[in-house]
């Protein structure tokens, strides 16, 4: 009997350490997390890269400045770059400030910044910036060609609306404002006029009263004077026109279908292109007699994406 009931007291007492070590594990664990918890996470902050063009033509200057968001004692950057086909990202030769140039060669290039700290340690890293190559009409000599206006028939093909789609702005405020001076500047080097003249030429054919036109699946909307106005086309052909300089061009023509009364019967696109591409810039013409519309070649409010700055703009019509 005696040795049964020291049998059950040392079993409860078994039970009862088993229950203290738990217990103490938990706590432990428990007092780990709570510490843990509590500690100050020392957190990096953002770097957001300024500078991306929308696009680039070939040989551009690449120009990028890493900004981060808070004020630090570490000016230690590095770049890396990395093209389409790699899967490893590599340092950049000779970028280690907060500046970032080089020439655009390589197109989906992409680009990111990193900060390090007193221990070579990454402080903070940017999301990556890919680098967009659109030379528009291409360097072979067929493109420059049909840029030019020279280009036969045949080699014309219907387009959908859908090669204009996106939100545009009308460049003949910044003329006004004094930002294309450059590019007029530069014509006159080239060209037979000066750039006073080049200025007076393309202020009759940029002016508009309609700054920012939206083209989605098919509805234009134009905004004009401070008012919305909005309209359906659908496809109504193309006409190839010959000019008395000697050269051609194609304009695209889009029918009202239904819409707000104001808005024109007929639109015609015209953008130095002749074949199904999506476009970067284009000179509109609108009207409700499609046949004297054809006949209009001085006055051709021109647009560009509405994400363009006046940098961005010049620096693309400096490239034509």
Known sequence: MKKLSLLISLLALSVTLVACQNTEEETATNNNASETEGAEVQESGEIEIEGL????????????????????????????IKESDQTEWEAASGQQGETFTGEATTDGLEIKATLYDGD????????????????????????????AGIF??????????????????????????????????HKAEEGDMTAEEYKEYYTTGYETDVERIIIDNGNVTFFQDG???????????????????????????????????????????????????????????????????????????TYYPSNLDADGIVRDQLAH
């Open 152 to 185: 036969e028939d045949e080699q014309v093909e219907n387009r959908e609306l859908s090669d204009w789609e996106g939100d545009w702005q009308s460049v003949y405020p910044y003329l006004l404002d004094g930002d294309l001076d450059e590019v007029f500047e």
């Open 227 to 301: 008012q919305e106005l909005q309209g359906n086309y659908e496809n109504d052909g193309y006409e190839i026109l010959n000019y008395e300089a000697g050269n051609r061009g194609v304009r695209f023509v889009y029918k009202l279908v239904d819409g707000d009364a104001d808005m024109p019967q007929y639109i015609q696109f015209s953008d130095h292109l002749i074949s199904p591409t999506d476009s970067h810039h284009y000179h509109l013409y609108w009207g409700d007699n499609r046949e004297e519309l054809l006949e209009e070649v001085t006055h051709w409010p």
């Open 120 to 147: 070579h340690e990454v402080y903070a890293e940017s999301e990556p910036v890919t680098i967009v190559i659109d030379d528009h009409h291409g360097h072979d000599e067929e493109s420059r060609n049909i840029n």
């Open 53 to 80: 063009g929308d696009h680039y033509h070939t040989g551009d200057t690449i120009e990028l400045t890493a900004v981060l968001s808070e004020d630090v004692d570490y000016d230690h950057w590095h770049w890396y």
